[in-house]
């Protein structure tokens, strides 16, 4: 059974930092992709970054470029996506979820797995 947890989340001033952390189980580790995505109060999910297992390469979406980075734990079966300089935009509640392939994408359609999502609330 595939579980997905992920944990991490917080309150936070605007300009901090937070880490989440995506742990899973129950999947071979370097056949999937991890897809971190969030939802906003009031507005739809969207995609934030994904890490392609296997060889490590990543992607992100243009708001959170150069602030957010994703990585992730062979050992340890885990994905972390580090948050610098938040923003009060980027509150949310985030979610990890897993798809199996190997590219790197944020079409939320295609990922299998998600997992409960963690609270990240930015404070102006």
């Known amino acids: 059974e595939v579980q997905i947890v992920e944990s991490g989340g917080g309150l936070v001033q605007d300009g901090g930092s937070l880490r989440l952390s995506c742990a899973t189980s129950g999947l071979n580790f370097d056949d999937y992709t991890v897809g971190w995505f969030r939802q906003a109060p009031g507005k739809g999910r969207e995609g934030v970054s994904s890490?392609?297992?296997?060889?490590?390469?990543?992607y992100y979406t243009r708001s959170v470029k150069g602030r957010f980075i994703v990585s992730r734990d062979k050992a340890n079966h885990a994905v972390y996506l580090q948050m610098n300089n938040l923003k009060p935009e980027d509150t949310a509640v985030y979610y990890c979820?897993?798809?199996?392939?190997?590219?790197?994408?944020?079409?939320?359609?295609?990922?299998?797995?998600w997992g409960q999502g963690t609270q990240v609330t930015v404070s102006s």
């Open positions: 890490i392609s297992l296997s060889d490590g390469y990543t």
């Open positions: 979820a897993a798809d199996r392939g190997t590219w790197t994408h944020l079409d939320q359609n295609e990922y299998e797995y």
